[in-house]
């Protein structure tokens, strides 16, 4: 981990994090748009009870109860957290945000055992 000293500047060090880890420089770019949206879509879910869901042929998991009913399609939840949802919308990959933050990990191991 490199740190900041009289040759390198703060906006060098943030264009080298960027560089390095270029899925987290996109989600800090749409953190402004997309951090009131996730409030909003929290607040649907947990205090107003919203579940999102969709017409279609149902899943097996759902399919007991829907043949008990003689249906094979139906609303049925769509399950994803409001962070897939976002990621989704704004063009973030948490998979790699997932590496990104391992390899961060890594690299302050590093460091501190100098």
Request: with cysteine; hydrophobic share 30%.
């Amino acid at each position: 981990m490199r740190t900041l000293t009289s040759e390198t500047t703060y906006e060098q060090e943030k264009e080298l994090a960027a560089q390095k880890y270029p899925e987290h420089e996109k989600l800090l770019k749409v953190q402004a748009k997309s951090q009131p949206i996730g409030e909003f879509l929290e607040w649907l879910r947990t205090e107003q009870g919203v579940k999102l869901c969709k017409w279609g042929k149902l899943h097996e998991s759902q399919r007991y109860h829907g043949l008990r009913y003689g249906l094979t399609e139906a609303y049925y939840e769509i399950e994803r957290t409001t962070e897939q949802w976002l990621a989704e919308y704004f063009g973030v990959d948490l998979a790699k945000i997932a590496e990104e933050k391992r390899a961060m990990l890594e690299e302050m191991r590093a460091a501190n055992k100098r």
